[in-house]
C-alpha cells in the first residue's frame, strides 16, 4: 500500500513556551530548535514575532541557523503582526507564515464584537498581506472545534482561494471529541471545493486528555499535518504530545501513514525539553515518561521475563529509551527476583529463592522500592545462614 506522510509541525517554541515558568532564551530556543531538526520535524513554529523584542530575535536566529526544516512565525490577522514575523523569517531557507483569526461565535461575538461576515473578510485579508512574503502561508481558524462547520467550510474555502497553502483547524479549547473532530475534518474534505489546494492541520489541545486521539482521527479523517509538542506541552493542559502521535502512526502502520521522524531520538529529546524549560515529566507518560518501560507487577514481570512482547508494544530502544526495568515491590513474585539477582551475579537455585522471597517481602513491606544494595545484603545473609547450617 503507498503510504501517505504526515507532516510534524512542532510548536514547543511557541504554545508549549507560553506555558508559565517555561519561557526560554534566545539561546536555549535556537539550541532546541536544532535538535528539533535533527529529531527530523517537519516545521519548527519558532515564535510569535510581534510578541516581544527577545522573541523576535529568537525567531531570526533560527530561521538563519535551521537549512532543513521549514521555520514559521505567528501572526494574528493584523499587518503590523505578518511585516514582523514576515522580517524575522527574511533568512530562513523555508519561511512559513502562519496566520489567523478565530471563527467560533464565542470569538466573533465576545472577542472582536463582530460578524461572520466581517471575520471572513479578515480572514482573507491576512492571508494576501501574508503572501506577499512567501509562498507557504498557513491559516488557523482560532477554535475550529467550536466554530459552525457550513461557515467553517466557507472561511476555509475563502483562505484557499486567497492562497493559503496549509489550513490549521485548532480545537484550541479542546472540546471536540474524537468522532466529532473527526467528523469536522471529513466535512471539510467533502464540502470545501479547492481543499485539493491546501494541507488540512489538527491543533489540538489536552483540556479533556483527548489531543492526541483526536489528531490521529483527524488524519485518519484526511489531514496530513499534526500540530504537537514534546512532551505535550502547552497552554493549560497542553497540546497534543509530538511523541505520541508519531509512535501511534508508527506502530499502526496498516494505516497507511509515516513520519519523518527518527524516533530513537524521542527520549533524548524529550529530556532536553524538560531540562531546558525546567518542566518535568511525569511518570506515567506514555513513550517517555520514566516508567514507560517499567514493569512492577509479579504477573507483569513473569510475563515479560518470558517474552517481552507479552507486556510492551514498544522496544525502548526505538525510542531512545533505557532498558525496560523490573522493579522490585511488594507486589513482585519469584521470578522478578531470580532475575534481579542474576543481574546482580548471585545464581540461586528454586528452593533457595523461596527463602529469599520471605526475607524480601518483610523488606519489600517497608519500603516503597528494593534496591540492589537490599538484595546483596539478602544475599550475604543467605550465603552466611546456608553456609554455617
Ligand atoms: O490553539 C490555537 O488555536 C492556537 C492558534 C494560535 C494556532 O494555538
Ligand atoms: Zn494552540
Redesign the pocket.
Known amino acids: 500500500m503507498a503510504k501517505d506522510k504526515v507532516f510534524i509541525f512542532d510548536t514547543t517554541l511557541r504554545?508549549g513556551e507560553q506555558v508559565p515558568g517555561c519561557k526560554l532564551n534566545t539561546k536555549e530556543k535556537l539550541e532546541l530548535a536544532l535538535q528539533l531538526e535533527n529529531l527530523g520535524v517537519d516545521i519548527i513554529e519558532a515564535g510569535f514575532p510581534i510578541s516581544s523584542p527577545g522573541d523576535f530575535d529568537s525567531v531570526s536566529q533560527i530561521a538563519k541557523a535551521i537549512k532543513n526544516a521549514t521555520v514559521c512565525g505567528?501572526s494574528r490577522a493584523v499587518q503590523k503582526d505578518i511585516e514582523t514575523a514576515a522580517q524575522a523569517l527574511k533568512d530562513a531557507a523555508k519561511p512559513r507564515i502562519?496566520t489567523?483569526i478565530g471563527t467560533s461565535d464565542y470569538h466573533i461575538k465576545s472577542k472582536f464584537n463582530s460578524t461572520r461576515e466581517d471575520i471572513l473578510q479578515r480572514a482573507v485579508q491576512c492571508v494576501k498581506w501574508a503572501r506577499n512574503y512567501t509562498d507557504d502561508v498557513e491559516f488557523?481558524a482560532?477554535?475550529a472545534g467550536r466554530t459552525d462547520n457550513d461557515y467553517l467550510a466557507k472561511v476555509v474555502e475563502a483562505v484557499i482561494a486567497a492562497g493559503a497553502t496549509v489550513v490549521?483547524i485548532?480545537d484550541?479549547t479542546g472540546y471536540c471529541l474524537p468522532y466529532q473532530y473527526g467528523e469536522k475534518i471529513a466535512y471539510l474534505v467533502n464540502n470545501v471545493p479547492n481543499i485539493d489546494k491546501a494541507v488540512i492541520s489538527c491543533?489540538c489541545?489536552n483540556d479533556l486528555g483527548l489531543a492526541t486521539a483526536n489528531s490521529i482521527t483527524g488524519v485518519i479523517a484526511g489531514a496530513r499535518q499534526i500540530e504537537c509538542t514534546i512532551n505535550g506541552l502547552g497552554?493549560r493542559a497542553g497540546n497534543t504530545s509530538l511523541e505520541e502521535v508519531v509512535m501511534i502512526i508508527k506502530q499502526h502502520k496498516h494505516l497507511g501513514y509515516y513520519t519523518d521522524i527518527k524516533t530513537d531520538q524521542l527520549n533524548p529529546m524529550s529530556r532536553m525539553v524538560s531540562d531546558t524549560m525546567r518542566m518535568p515529566v511525569q511518570p506515567n507518560k506514555a513513550i517517555v515518561g520514566s516508567n514507560a518501560f517499567s514493569h512492577s507487577s509479579g504477573i507483569h514481570q513473569d510475563g515479560f521475563l518470558k517474552n517481552a512482547l507479552t507486556y510492551e508494544i514498544i522496544n525502548p530502544e526505538e525510542v531512545g529509551a533505557d532498558s525496560s526495568k523490573i522493579v522490585l515491590t511488594a507486589r513482585s513474585g519469584r521470578s522478578a527476583l531470580a532475575y534481579r539477582f542474576q543481574k546482580l551475579g548471585f545464581q540461586f537455585d528454586r528452593n533457595d529463592i523461596d527463602e529469599l522471597y520471605t526475607h524480601f517481602l518483610l523488606v519489600a513491606d517497608r519500603k516503597k522500592e528494593v534496591e540492589d544494595a537490599d538484595l546483596v545484603s539478602l544475599a550475604q545473609q543467605h550465603q552466611t545462614t546456608t553456609a554455617t547450617v
Do not use: A, I, R, V
Open positions: 504554545d505567528l502562519h489567523g488557523y482560532e477554535d490549521n485548532p484550541t491543533h489541545h497552554e
